[in-house]
Structures are given as structure tokens and as C-alpha cells.
């Protein structure tokens, strides 16, 4: 990580807690985008099974 320190801008402790904070809610935002796209998958296996079984 000690490497990477050059090549970034210096941020102040302010700056670097709100980059943290927008990191962490951009990973919740895409989880629970993930898990919609899982339930809606679900959803769909589901009808289109009891589709066939007609």
C-alpha cells in the first residue's frame, strides 16, 4: 500500500474519511443491487418452471 502513497494526491484525514464513507455506500448500494437481480432471477426460475408443468 506504502507504494501506491506517491502516486496519490494528499488527502486530509476529512477528505479520506469522507472517500471511506462513499466507498462503503457505493458496496452497499451495488450488494443490494445484487441481491434484487438474485431475488428477481429466483422469481423468474420459479415462473417459468410452473410455466412448463402447464
Do not use: Y
Not at 476529512?14 to 471511506?20: D, P, T
Not at 457505493?26 to 410452473?50: C, F, I, N, P, Y
Amino acid at each position: 500500500m506504502r507504494d501506491l502513497d506517491w502516486k496519490c494526491p494528499v488527502l486530509s484525514r476529512r477528505e479520506l474519511h469522507a472517500l471511506s464513507e462513499q466507498l462503503a455506500f457505493e458496496g452497499e448500494v451495488q450488494q443490494k443491487l445484487r441481491r434484487k437481480q438474485e431475488k428477481e432471477a429466483r422469481v423468474r426460475r420459479a415462473l417459468e418452471r410452473r410455466h412448463h408443468k402447464k
